[in-house]
């Protein structure tokens, strides 16, 4: 793993007294033996060495994080020359992300017209209101540090600062009200804030006044309930986090889930250290023996300390190996596992509390009522719609107040809510390559409202609606989904006008395009006629469609769409001849749209909505006709996924109910080959045993509908007595 966040520590004392600080309070006290603060020549040497790094290692951007003791320390001056000597080094090389981690006691405007010259993100450490924040957070005369840090978030609220501030950082103290404590941050609108357990070891425990194993658990979904009442409108780390991973995606902090590691610490003498939390393992727990001056960036990341935080799941306990929750906690963050005598080879210390709280927000995500979807094709299609359509409103929630934005916004909710093009409306949401744009969208892949405008004049277009809209086109192509692409002469602000269907395209030089079969500049989509009555639309242009585990073709020319076309037509006709058509029955892919794949690829499904396949240009008739059952079950499933819960997040049943579907889906591509068939027919019903033997409640009723749903057919499958290999002749 290459090393991407470097915390450099440019001042080793603090103005605070803080009693649970890992640097000063806990077990390892080398701070006392570093200089005071970093010197310039030690600053050029950290700054060049992770410069050349990046540059080596080819790495698009790297985060830099002002750490101490703390940073302000340093005064606004030295400050101004850290920055700028960061900035100078790294940035021809890759793009930085500067950051700041203070306590905010020291906070001025001189500080922050230095963070506003190099864009440096700050984030402030407070615990709650004046109560919860002064039970630790007292300065060296036993003072409250409350006002003085409100004071300082209140400087980075003003309108010239406010995009400098990140967020705020709470170590997390039961004995604090839990509601409060949240209420006290939300109050100073924060853009995020990070829980952060107190660091401890099996050696010295978190406190439990209660001795409840799960205290810790209980105070954090106390606040996750909080949150999900007030809209979840501010970030919280940690819950996205545990929300991200129980649905599949990456871990979101340090602290969990099994990521590795990726960050450096370098002190104020110039040393290389692991993680800073090892401080309170035990004296000397991360330090490497390795220093700027004699070692590079790339031998720290080959450390052997720094490795064994980069393990993933080899890296953990066998116990934590065989949890079910073990890809949301990743084992808790590293430096609590730690106990005299056993190392780091140790469940967290906070075992009870991690398992408890990945439960509880897994139960508390969890729909258990019985979706329609599950035993009607047209009810997932409408749920389908219904999930883009959200996504339309979260997006353009997200993006508010943004240029173009708004706009497009009131055009989408305009034919959205009239009678007459509101069904054109639902076309577009159900093109599956939109799905895959809001998705980018919701991701910050796509800033720009361009995407959803697009979609929206298509809409308009269908519906023979009236519609004036404009937006930044970023590229010269101007694709219309389902339709067809314009080539512009150049990127640049359009004005799009439809009146009774008609499109027009005007750009700020005079240029005027119209959606004309006849005309040069526009290229249409095809429907391709594969069997009486039925037609596909080839897709070969929508630059969304680049979604699949395998490239995409360019647009065919006419020599390759007739053979295309040919292909296509003699698979369809293969299946009528096998009695079906491909778009009924449960599992039916209901294939609308087709992306043509580099040569090679096969028959692909990829991530966008239902009714999409990708195939290669060169793609066998024969091996589109076995693939649809198989490809239809799995489409089935990633729609059922995304608009229903079949399982508790988190728990083996979801991804028995994964496997058994696998399984099946294997058996009817294998449907003719007696063997293999058999196998995987095996498999499906290992699966569906050991899914019935999971605690009850792992499923919800839709899961345990297409449970039995795909009992019923493994039963019906299996081969009788008298028909051992359960074909006829």
């Given amino acids: 793993m290459k090393l991407q966040q470097l915390v450099l520590k440019i001042h080793s004392r603090c103005d605070l007294a803080c009693d649970h600080c890992y640097v000063y309070e806990h077990a390892d006290q080398s701070w006392k033996?570093?200089?005071?603060?970093?010197?310039?020549?030690?600053?050029?040497?950290?700054?060049?060495?992770?410069?050349?790094?990046?540059e080596k290692e080819k790495l698009p951007s790297v985060s830099v994080i002002l750490h101490g003791g703390e940073p302000l320390l340093v005064g606004p001056g030295r400050m101004r020359n850290i920055c700028a000597e960061l900035v100078r080094t790294i940035v021809p090389v890759t793009a930085l992300d500067l950051r700041i981690h203070t306590n905010g006691v020291q906070l001025n405007t001189r500080h922050l017209d230095v963070f506003k010259e190099f864009d440096v993100k700050v984030s402030v450490s407070l615990d709650g209101d004046r109560v919860a924040n002064d039970r630790h957070r007292l300065d060296r005369r036993g003072r409250s540090s409350y006002d003085r840090v409100v004071r300082a978030v209140g400087l980075l609220r003003r309108p010239e600062y406010r995009h400098l501030y990140s967020g705020l950082l709470c170590t997390v103290d039961i004995a604090n009200d839990p509601v409060a404590v949240h209420d006290a941050l939300t109050s100073l609108h924060p853009p995020r804030i990070d829980y952060l357990l107190p660091h401890s070891t099996w050696d010295s425990p978190p406190n439990r006044p209660d001795g409840s194993p799960t205290a810790y658990a209980d105070w954090l979904l106390k606040i996750f309930d909080r949150w999900s009442e007030q809209g979840r409108t501010v970030g919280v780390r940690t819950f996205e986090s545990v929300l991200s991973t129980l649905r599949g995606g990456p871990p979101l902090t340090e602290a969990m889930g099994l990521a590795p590691s990726d960050l450096a610490v370098v002190e104020t003498d110039g040393s290389f250290e692991q993680a800073d939390s090892l401080k309170t393992a035990y004296d000397g727990a991360p330090a490497t023996g390795y220093d700027i001056r004699r070692h590079t960036f790339a031998e720290f990341a080959g450390h052997p300390g720094v490795r064994a935080r980069q393990l993933g799941l080899a890296g953990v306990g066998a116990d934590c190996r065989r949890c079910p929750v073990i890809e949301s906690c990743g084992g808790g963050l590293y430096a609590h596992?730690?106990?005299?005598?056993?190392?780091?080879?140790n469940p967290s210390v906070f075992c009870g509390d991690l398992r408890a709280f990945v439960d509880g927000v897994a139960e508390r995500i969890t729909d258990h009522a019985l979706s329609p979807a599950v035993h009607d094709g047209h009810e997932l299609g409408y749920a389908q719609e219904e999930l883009v359509r959200n996504l339309v409103s979260v997006v353009s929630a997200q993006h508010a107040g943004?240029?173009?934005?708004?706009?497009?916004?009131?055009?989408?909710?305009?034919?959205?809510?009239a009678p007459s093009t509101a069904p054109y409306v639902d076309e577009i949401l159900a093109h599956p390559y939109l799905h895959t744009t809001?998705?980018?969208?919701?991701h910050g892949r796509i800033t720009d409202p361009a995407p959803l405008a697009r979609a929206v004049v298509v809409?308009?277009?269908?519906a023979g609606a009236d519609l004036e809209l404009g937006w930044d086109q970023p590229t010269a192509e101007l694709h219309l989904p389902a339709l067809g692409t314009l080539t512009?002469?150049?990127a640049g602000p359009v004005a799009a006008s439809v009146k009774a269907g008609e499109l027009r395209v005007r750009t700020p030089g005079g240029d005027e395009y119209t959606v004309d079969e006849a005309a040069a500049a526009w290229r249409p989509l095809r429907v391709l006629p594969v069997a009486d009555g039925t037609g596909l639309l080839l897709d070969d242009a929508d630059p969304l469609r680049d979604c699949y585990p395998a490239p995409v073709a360019p647009p065919l020319d006419a020599e390759d769409l007739a053979s295309f076309t040919r292909r296509l037509r003699t698979a369809y006709e293969s299946t009528a001849k096998r009695g079906w058509g491909g778009r009924d029955g449960a599992n039916a892919l209901r294939l609308t749209t087709v992306t043509p794949l580099a040569a090679g690829a096969g028959v692909r499904l990829g991530a966008h909505g239902l009714g999409a396949l990708g195939l290669a240009v060169d793609f066998e008739p024969e091996d589109l006709v076995r693939e649809l059952p198989r490809a239809g079950r799995h489409a089935r499933l990633s729609a059922l996924r995304e608009t229903a819960d079949l399982n508790v997040p988190g728990n083996q049943a979801g991804r028995l109910l994964d496997r058994a579907v696998r399984e099946l889906g294997d058996a009817d591509y294998w449907a003719g080959d007696a063997g293999r068939e058999a196998a995987a027919l095996e498999r499906a019903g290992l699966a569906l045993n050991l899914l019935a033997a999971r605690p009850e409640g792992e499923l919800t009723e839709t899961g345990a509908a297409l449970a039995a749903e795909l009992r019923g057919e493994l039963e019906s499958a299996r081969p009788s007595p008298a028909d051992p290999v359960g074909h006829d002749g």
Wanted: some cysteine; glycine content about 10%.
């Fill in 488 to 490: 512009l002469h150049e």
């Fill in 402 to 417: 943004e240029p173009g934005w708004d706009e497009v916004w009131r055009a989408f909710v305009e034919l959205d809510s």
């Fill in 337 to 345: 596992r730690y106990r005299t005598g056993h190392g780091f080879a």
């Fill in 33 to 54: 033996g570093r200089p005071t603060f970093i010197s310039e020549e030690t600053l050029g040497k950290v700054a060049r060495g992770f410069a050349d790094y990046a």
């Fill in 459 to 462: 809409a308009a277009v269908r």
């Fill in 438 to 442: 809001l998705k980018s969208c919701l």
